[in-house]
């Protein structure tokens, strides 16, 4: 049964990356390679190359680079001859920013992928309004953006962060293990963010 199946499927495979990780993650590319791995699966540096829109050369070098690091990892099931087949090495990517205060290039890097985050989710917003009337009013009603003004402790938000977390890892588990899957299902990216409301509000 799917509750079943839910109970026994293993725990997320997560990763606290460190300076080191943290440098070599640091790439727009690199970024890109990591998380397509982690939702399309093992691939190979040509299949990753056309997905992204790159070239085979400059993909796996920069897998390479990922794997001197263990964020990513080879296949060797699906290896044949020549080919390599790559694998993402963890299923999340952990971190405070907090982590990387004592040293200034490590520092960088994280902000550098904080902001990553978030030209992603304008990126995936603009593609969203390009083709929005392509979708049906059912979609149109469930996709969107919200957001709600609150004075809170630090230590409460990342209470706040933790159960809504929780339960979109619940959806998610609930989704996975659906039988049968609903055909009416799409792949969805949900974002959670919090940030400091502008100074001028408060």
């Known amino acids: 049964m799917a509750n079943d199946e839910a109970t026994a499927r293993p725990a997320p495979r997560e990763v606290r990356i460190d300076k080191r990780q943290v440098r070599v993650l640091a790439h727009p590319l690199r970024m890109r390679l990591v998380g397509a791995l982690r939702v399309k699966g093992p691939a190979t540096a040509t ?7 790159t070239n085979t050369g400059a993909t796996s070098y920069h897998l390479r680079q990922l794997a001197d690091v263990g964020l990513v990892v080879e296949d060797p099931d699906r290896g044949s001859g020549r080919q390599r087949w790559w694998q993402a090495a963890h ?6 920013a907090t ?26 917003a603009d593609r969203w309004f ?40 619940r959806y998610h588990r609930e989704a996975d293990n659906a039988d049968p899957v609903d055909p ?3 792949p969805v990216q949900v974002f959670l963010a919090s940030y400091p409301l502008h100074e001028g509000l408060r």
């Open 91 to 96: 299923d999340v990517t952990n971190w405070d």
């Open 130 to 169: 390009a083709t929005q009337h392509e979708w049906s009013p059912a979609w149109r009603d469930a996709f969107g953006m919200s957001d709600i003004f609150m004075t809170i402790p630090a230590a409460r938000l990342e209470e706040l962060q933790a159960e809504v977390w929780k339960v979109l890892e």
């Open 47 to 53: 299949t990753l190359a056309e997905l992204l829109g």
């Open 99 to 124: 982590d990387f205060d004592d040293d200034p290039d490590a520092r960088a890097a994280i902000e550098w992928i904080q902001g990553d985050q978030v030209r992603l989710l304008a990126e995936t």
């Open 184 to 186: 009416e299902a799409r």
